[in-house]
């Protein structure tokens, strides 16, 4: 009986010793992480699937853009995908995504003004601010790359 007391007692002064914050932010400050982190939202969310953070759908190019823009694009070495609206038309928007490292979790950003023709675009209030951010399956994808890495910080053993 005194062995599991003992046990517990390590188990919990181990649990309290945690710095959560810490974990987080050494395992995010993984370039290559973050990098794929930042794909799950341009090109799995954007560019692939054509949604947003909350799985809507950011609708279809109008048919001038299909039929003469799109094909203009591809032949200029530019996006021709013209499927659903992918946001990826020069690529500057996709550049422009940054990471950051917050203690505990982290977010990003991006430059979501589109100069061109005309006046500029925000296409955040085009096609709203949750073109920025990762849906709820997008999130669970990092919880599970990141596991290994937190049941290593904190000295748990993982089996699969």
Not at 51 to 61: P, Q, T, V
Not at 104 to 109: E, S
Not at 139 to 144: A, L, R, T
């Amino acid at each position: 009986m005194a062995i599991k007391k003992k046990l517990i007692h390590d188990i919990k002064k181990k649990m309290l010793q945690i710095k959560s914050n810490k974990i987080l932010k050494d395992i995010f400050a993984n370039k290559g992480l973050q990098q794929d982190i930042l794909d799950l939202n341009r090109e799995d969310q954007l560019y692939e699937r054509g949604i947003d953070a909350e799985g809507k759908e950011l609708g279809d190019y109008s048919p001038i853009t299909i039929t003469h823009y799109k094909p203009l694009a591809a032949r200029q070495g530019r996006d021709g995908r013209s499927d659903h609206v992918t946001l990826k038309d020069t690529g500057e928007f996709y550049r422009s995504f940054k990471f950051r490292n917050n203690p505990g979790d982290f977010n990003f950003t991006a430059d979501a003004i589109k100069k061109g023709e005309g006046l500029p675009t925000d296409l955040t209030v085009a096609f709203g601010k949750n073109i920025i951010g990762l849906t709820d399956e997008n999130k669970g994808k990092v919880k599970e790359w990141i596991r290994p890495d937190i049941f290593k910080a904190v000295g748990l053993i993982v089996k699969k």
